[in-house]
């Protein structure tokens, strides 16, 4: 199996949401950062890559059809080039709405890392707050009007770097007609599976 599908898109753009709908199109397992947290074999991957080791894709996403979400979109150019007949879908959302669900969800699990104790949880933590916090944001998470800028560049530092014919900007708000368009596939006759809004995340 190779990757099909390379999700360029930050964590809290519906990634979750384009998981599920990946993988109901066919095009699974589709690798996220739940799949760190749940598979014992991925963290080490991720971990070396954080200490700027160099990586091997084929083993990373053995098994996967695609991957979206953190932490594999810190490395969305990387992966793009090693995959290079996968398509690539950039999940996207408005700035503002991007910020406050990342301050409302993602970014103090990341940021409080330290205060827990050793084991798989805190190390699977401190690398993410490394990938993300600091080498995509510079440790500036925090500051709403940097994350936004590091955001809105991203967006176009993706569609300037990928060809137009490779690649979908994607809000999850849109379903299924653009999505299945794009990878040449029927549109399911079931709702688009909106999930892991902020309020869930809380939940859990």
């Known amino acids: 199996m190779t990757l099909r599908v390379v999700g360029a898109g930050f964590g809290r753009t519906g990634t979750y949401s384009l998981k ?44 996967y059809a695609a991957c979206v979400d953190w932490p594999a979109a810190r490395f969305w150019r990387e992966i793009a080039a090693h995959y290079p007949d996968a398509k690539v879908v950039l999940s996207v959302r408005p700035a503002e709405a991007w910020i406050d669900s990342v301050h409302a969800t993602i970014y103090p699990v990341m940021r409080d890392w330290a205060k827990l104790e050793a084991g798989a949880v805190r190390d699977t933590r401190e690398m993410a707050n490394e990938l993300i916090v600091e080498q995509t944001f510079d440790g500036r998470l925090d500051d709403r009007d940097h994350a936004m800028t590091v955001f809105r560049a991203h967006t176009q530092e993706v569609q300037r770097a990928i060809a ?6 994607y809000e999850a708000s849109q379903g299924w007609q653009p999505l299945c368009r794009f990878l040449g596939v029927p549109v399911p006759d079931t709702p688009f599976p909106h999930r892991n809004t902020t309020e869930e995340f809380k939940k859990r």
């Open 20 to 63: 599920l709908a990946l993988e109901q199109l066919g095009l699974g397992p589709c690798h996220h950062m739940f799949e760190v947290r749940q598979n014992p074999d991925q963290p080490p991957y991720w971990q070396a890559l954080a200490r700027g080791e160099a990586p091997h894709w084929d083993a990373v996403f053995a098994g």
């Open 164 to 169: 137009p014919e490779r690649l979908l900007t």
